[in-house]
């Protein structure tokens, strides 16, 4: 069934739902979720968090609206990452520790019992999958992102990026993608892309509107917050599969089981679906959390 669930979604790429532009100060008041016992009862016994009485959460430290980005006291962390660690806290009768990581830092990090969770937008793969163990929480796909005015009017397979400079970020599943559809174009002798790897929304952005980049390609829902939120950018196609992004945890620390179980509460209980309505995520909701689904194999 988990086989058959992500292969659904694969070929399910939708379109962002973002209907109308978001204001992310209008979501700075945290949404709280009752305590669950059943996920508190399936934390194991004798189980140590970083810090007793928190849930620590590695998220990331770059401005990545909708997911990260801070506040307008310009400290605090919001987002939807920020909104989904808080539910799973609360879920469990934490308080809640958010730290500020990079990309490049989480594995290790977690691995390391340095954070108890990582909320990073992080995609199940096989791979993955012999280090961490995961709990579902959205369905998310890729997308190119170009200038409104560029004369670049699809990217949707292999050869739509040929000689193209395309800005993406080093390790992530949309390098896999484009670096996997460079090889098949320079077998057919088609020009090589040039990846420009950037880390820095902000530096992303105004690499590709000044002209030294012709694409972006990065989370589906970062790239609809950018269409929403501005007139200078558009989207003109999406990565070839949607994956499931999960809550990480270290493989085999039996902390899966109650993540899950505090992410189905919310479901239940309506906190999931406003923290995705209010980040316009809708289109990335799932119906219910799973552990270790098939993930993306390359």
Same mark, same amino acid.
């Given at each position: ?6 292969? =659904? ?7 962002? =739902? ?9 979501? !700075? ?15 194991? /016994? ?12 590695? &998220? ?15 400290? &605090?962390? +919001? ?5 989904? *660690? ?10 809640? %520790? ?13 691995? *390391?019992?340095?954070?108890? #969770? *990582? ?16 709990? &579902? ?39 896999? #993608?484009?670096?996997?559809? $460079? ?10 892309? &040039?990846?420009?790897?950037?880390? $820095?929304?902000? *530096? ?7 002209? %030294? ?6 989370? /589906? ?8 939120? %501005?007139?200078?950018?558009? +989207? ?15 493989? @085999? ?16 209980? @309506?906190?999931? /679906? ?6 316009? !995520? /809708?289109? !990335? ?10 993930? +993306?194999?390359?």
């Amino acid at each position: 069934m988990k086989r058959i669930l992500l292969a =659904a979604l694969l070929l399910g790429a939708g379109q962002p =739902a973002l209907a109308e532009p978001l204001d992310a100060t209008k979501n !700075e008041t945290p949404v709280d979720a009752p305590t669950n016992p059943e996920a508190i009862s399936k934390i194991p /016994q004798g189980f140590h968090f970083v810090e007793p009485g928190y849930l620590t959460v590695a &998220t990331a430290s770059t401005n990545s609206p909708p997911l990260g980005l801070l506040a307008s006291d310009n400290k &605090t962390r +919001i987002g939807s990452d920020a909104d989904f *660690a808080r539910l799973l806290a609360d879920s469990l009768g934490l308080k809640l %520790r958010l730290v500020p990581a990079s990309w490049e830092g989480w594995p290790l990090g977690v691995t *390391a019992g340095r954070y108890d #969770i *990582a909320l990073f937008n992080i995609a199940v793969t096989e791979e993955r999958k012999k280090t961490f163990d995961f709990a &579902t929480y959205r369905a998310d796909g890729h997308a190119f992102l170009v200038k409104a005015n560029s004369a670049i009017s699809a990217i949707n397979k292999a050869e739509d990026i040929a000689g193209l400079r395309i800005i993406v970020g080093s390790g992530t599943n949309q390098e896999r #993608i484009l670096l996997g559809w $460079d090889k098949q174009n320079r077998a057919k002798g088609l020009k090589p892309v &040039t990846p420009v790897y950037l880390t $820095d929304e902000a *530096a992303a952005t105004l690499t590709l509107l000044s002209g %030294r980049a012709d694409a972006l390609f990065g989370p /589906q829902s970062m790239a609809a917050w950018k269409v929403a939120s %501005r007139s200078d950018m558009k +989207i003109v196609g999406y990565g070839p599969v949607r994956s499931w992004v999960a809550v990480t945890t270290k493989k @085999g620390n039996g902390l899966a089981a109650a993540l899950q179980t505090a992410l189905n509460g919310t479901m239940k209980g @309506g906190q999931y /679906q406003q923290v995705l309505t209010r980040w316009g !995520e /809708q289109n !990335e909701a799932i119906e219910t959390s799973q552990v270790n689904p098939a993930g +993306i194999v390359y």
